[in-house]
């Protein structure tokens, strides 16, 4: 089975942290995604990756960084955090982008006080 | 711009009833279809999927699909629900107009009254 790891499932941190969601795939999958769900607007894509090093901006990218140094780990990083930042981030992995399924990590909960 | 909506926010049924959950999109070309289901506490897991053949997809616990080309829509089914399809529903689709991006409807959250 493919495993979708997040490294926490609840995460509190304060306005203008530094924070860092960190996503480890165990099936080599080509591709890794963030996403952020709220309520009402299902889940929006802020960045993904094709490969080690490459990365392509989603829907949603002003506030987020990424990094993908290892195939198999795509870290998300909130620059400086912020009270609308708050939400439920998912990390997915997928073989390739046509005719293939995605998979899930738990998700993180994130709150920005 | 392109979507995919999903019509209803929130369903409530009693169990033993039917469900329909209606999908629409409108990407042209060749789509791939996605149900995604979100049980409480748990991750994303893939209900079902279309990429290609029989417009009927059936996936997992009893639900199934139906892919209209004709009607941009791709609609999820169940004859009979249990109390423990309490869950949230997504529908997604991807296509080379979404530069085989996955793009995400917004849910519908099924409860199912005992």
């Known amino acids: 089975d493919v495993k979708v790891t997040q490294s926490s499932r609840y995460l509190v941190k304060r306005t203008g942290e530094k924070v860092f969601l960190e996503c480890v795939q165990d099936?080599?999958?080509?591709?890794m995604f963030w996403y952020r769900q709220d309520p009402g607007l299902g889940l929006r894509l802020i960045y993904f990756s094709y490969d080690v090093k490459m990365k392509e901006k989603g829907d949603i990218p002003e506030g987020y960084s990424v990094s993908r140094e290892k195939k198999e780990r795509f870290s998300l990083i909130l620059e400086s955090a912020s009270t609308n930042q708050t939400s439920m981030y998912l990390c997915a992995s997928s073989l390739g982008l046509m005719n293939t399924e995605a998979f899930f990590g738990q998700g993180t909960r994130l709150t920005v006080v | 711009a392109q979507s995919v909506s999903q019509h209803n926010h929130h369903v409530i049924l009693s169990e033993a009833a039917s469900l329909e959950l209606g999908c629409n999109y409108s990407?042209?070309?060749?789509?791939?279809l996605f149900w995604y289901v979100q049980y409480p506490g748990q991750h994303l897991q893939l209900l079902l999927k279309?990429?290609?053949?029989d417009p009927l997809v059936k996936g997992i616990k009893g639900f199934e699909a139906e892919f209209i080309k004709s009607k941009f829509s791709f609609n999820l089914r169940k004859p009979s629900v249990q109390w423990s399809d309490t869950a949230e529903y997504f529908c997604?689709?991807?296509?080379?107009?979404?530069?085989?991006?996955?793009?995400w409807g917004a849910g519908t959250k099924l409860i199912i009254k005992p």
């Open positions: 099936m080599d999958h080509e591709n």
């Open positions: 997604a689709v991807n296509a080379k107009d979404s530069n085989y991006q996955l793009i």
């Open positions: 990407y042209g070309g060749t789509v791939n």
């Open positions: 279309y990429f290609s053949g």
